[in-house]
């Protein structure tokens, strides 16, 4: 600003002169002179100019006003989004025990806190820089499975609509994050369906408007009469006294995890003024080649569903594939059941299937879809039972290419028999229902399979975390791979492997192309394989049994299942006989500083998540007291209370109980603007924190 304001007075200076020896000279120059012309042309671009820097000077002004409010309110929106935020750890226990007396011994309330407790440590992680974007090759149908599942587990209880868009451009096989997209999508559908929304579309489309280079836009809408508030404060987590819940934690971790992928994620209104979120990352393909039909073409297609807009949806996915479609709503289909043997395959929904309609069905050579919706509370159909193949919504293109594919390729009767040719997996069982719990199981309970060797093909780092914490004390050797790839190559090196858990939604290679390639090895044909997965919808569990598995086991894990299936596959063994109760608690050494039981608690009452949590901790703020020290010593006080704001809440998750009163007093004089007092509780908190950090240390090196 001095600058422009020295450059104006010289321009005065000069225009002053000019004036001057214009005035000195004029007489001396004739009117229509070229001198006179110059004289005037120049003392008029002194006055442009003089004017232009005003207004410039104006305008900078101006913009610095504007950025000034806008970096406040980014400043206050931080503040509070920290102070929010940082309640999440004084609070976790309170909504735990709550929830848990309301609901007791419910999945739902398991659920819920679990979610709670990972959104912590994903806070925790992003809060420490920990959180790395790996691209690999990655399917879009296994990511989007990856994220009904995951969706279905979050929120029994709850009924959904959920439909899929995705334009028929683009390719299934990309360059990406799988795990961190499958947490930003899930993140914002648990938000919408926690906000009551039992109607979500999800369109995605690449676009390349904006940017040199394609972007892959995911649009969810809520069709939620929600204000979006410009896209800002939606994104700040607020605590609901009410419910007694963080209502957005999810969307601000989505929306970090968006910008670490070289993306963004906005909410806003669309014209019908219902709530979206839009999500775009770069779209990066290995091939650019144009893709090919994914299934035969032509058929003749009668689509009937309860919903009009999924019947809809159907119906462009299958004309999008090259086949002639006719919808009819429900009331229309009953009428006219005569009509069927003008078609070629039905899709109908499950709840659809009468006796009446059965009893036309059968005199017509007509192939039949049943639809269900994986959403659904449980409710049984007896009659769609009869159904040739059975495929569950949101449905995909990839998803309805498959079915499509296996009744054009095996012969009609096997599809009503088994669904798919299965490859062979050897003399091993194949265990087709879910796994029962095998009651009365503790941690200690796994010793009795010491010594096996287990290969865990699992991408999600807690997911591999939590696993080891269930077996940690049976002294079974576990080898992990991070995608089928990596299994391949240990299994290369190492043949004697008792059992193998494969996770389906993987980068690089997922778990069905890895088992298919695993059984084409015959030294591995009797090795049994359970998959691992959040989806086990009646068309994915077929595909798991014909890519050569021989059971499944519903994310997220519980340790009674997995009792069961070492007992089938390691003893080999049908009949599970109850095991005898074992007490699972043990003595817990003391750790100055460290309420050990407190802290498990509040985590879950899981000790693998705990441990998790005082990892990231020590990473994100084990040094923290030289942050405080700085800060005081520029007299930042403000910022310094948005920390320790943060900190109290952690420390009360932890069970750093001492520390907790140091920040707590800490708090209290910050508050209160009684800056002379606050010197003596940075030491104490330094000297604290030191301990806690040894504590830590000790604590996670005894249970290693």
Excluded at 12 to 38: G, H, K, W
Aim: with cysteine; charged share 25%; glycine share 4%.
């Amino acid at each position: 600003m001095h600058k422009i304001k020295f450059v104006i007075f010289l321009t005065l200076l000069i225009n002053v002169y000019l004036l001057a020896d214009t005035v000195i000279q004029l007489d001396n120059i004739a009117t229509d002179s070229e001198d006179f012309t110059m004289w005037i042309a120049l003392f008029g671009l002194g006055i442009i100019s003089i004017l232009a820097l005003f207004l410039s000077s104006e305008r900078v002004n101006s913009f610095k006003k504007e950025y000034k409010s806008k970096k406040d309110l980014e400043h206050k929106i931080q503040a509070s989004q920290d102070a929010v935020l940082s309640k999440l750890g004084e609070n976790i226990h309170t909504i735990a025990k709550d929830t848990l007396e309301t609901h007791p011994s419910t999945t739902k309330s398991e659920n819920q806190l679990l979610s709670i407790t990972t959104s912590l440590i994903d806070f925790l992680r992003i809060k420490s820089k920990k959180v790395k974007i790996e691209n690999n090759k990655i399917k879009l149908s296994h990511l989007f499975n990856d994220v009904s599942g995951t969706l279905k587990s979050s929120i029994k209880g709850k009924e959904l609509e959920l439909i899929y868009d995705i334009d028929n451009s683009i390719s299934e096989e990309l360059m990406s994050d799988t795990l961190n997209m499958s947490k930003i999508l899930t993140n914002i559908l648990l938000y919408c369906v926690e906000n009551d929304s039992n109607f979500i579309t999800l369109n995605v489309a690449k676009n390349s408007l904006f940017s040199q280079n394609d972007q892959l836009f995911f649009t969810i809408n809520s069709h939620l009469k929600i204000d979006a508030e410009s896209g800002i404060n939606i994104f700040r987590s607020n605590y609901n006294e009410t419910t007694e819940e963080y209502d957005s934690l999810g969307l601000f971790i989505s929306r970090e995890l968006s910008l670490l992928m070289q993306g963004d994620l906005i909410a806003r209104n669309d014209e019908n003024n219902n709530l979206e979120f839009v999500l775009n990352i770069p779209y990066i393909v290995e091939s650019q080649e144009e893709i090919k039909t994914r299934a035969i073409t032509n058929k003749n297609i009668l689509v009937v569903d309860s919903l009009q807009e999924s019947a809809t949806q159907t119906k462009k996915i299958l004309e999008s594939l090259g086949h002639l479609v006719k919808v009819l709503n429900p009331y229309d289909y009953l009428e006219n059941l005569h009509y069927f043997e003008m078609y070629e395959i039905l899709f109908l929904d499950e709840k659809l299937f009468t006796n009446k309609a059965l009893s036309q069905l059968e005199k017509t050579n007509i192939k039949i879809v049943s639809v269900s919706n994986i959403f659904k509370i449980a409710d049984e159909f007896p009659n769609a039972k009869s159904a040739d193949l059975k495929i569950s919504k949101p449905l995909t293109m990839w998803q309805i290419t498959d079915a499509l594919s296996q009744i054009d390729s095996y012969n009609f009767n096997n599809i009503k028999k088994n669904n798919l040719q299965e490859i062979n997996s050897g003399n091993v069982l194949v265990h087709r229902n879910s796994f029962q719990k095998t009651r009365n199981i503790s941690l200690s309970s796994f010793v009795k399979f010491e010594n096996k060797k287990i290969l865990l093909v699992e991408d999600n780092v807690i997911n591999q975390k939590v696993f080891i914490g269930v077996l940690g004390k049976s002294n079974m050797h576990i080898s992990i791979a991070k995608h089928g790839k990596e299994a391949l190559n240990i299994l290369a090196k190492e043949k004697d492997f008792d059992i193998i858990f494969m996770d389906i939604n993987m980068p690089v290679m997922d778990g069905y192309t890895a088992s298919i390639k695993i059984r084409e090895n015959s030294e591995f044909t009797n090795i049994p394989i359970i998959a691992l997965s959040a989806l086990t919808s009646n068309d994915e569990v077929a595909k798991m049994f014909a890519s050569g598995m021989n059971g499944y086991l519903a994310k997220p894990l519980r340790k009674e299942k997995l009792f069961t299936v070492f007992s089938i596959y390691l003893e080999n063994i049908t009949q599970i006989q109850e095991q005898s109760k074992q007490n699972d608690s043990k003595e817990q050494f003391a750790f100055y500083g460290l309420n050990i039981n407190l802290g498990i608690s509040k985590s879950s009452s899981n000790e693998v998540f705990y441990k998790e949590i005082l990892l990231e901790f020590k990473d994100a703020y084990g040094n923290i007291d030289r942050v405080f020290e700085k800060l005081v010593h520029d007299f930042r006080y403000e910022q310094l209370k948005i920390l320790v704001i943060d900190i109290k809440g952690l420390t009360g998750t932890i069970g750093a109980e001492k520390l907790n009163t140091i920040v707590t007093n800490l708090l209290k004089n910050l508050s209160q603007k009684k800056y002379d007092d606050i010197a003596p509780l940075i030491i104490a908190y330094k000297e604290e924190l030191k301990l806690l950090n040894n504590s830590i240390d000790e604590y996670l090196a005894s249970n290693n």
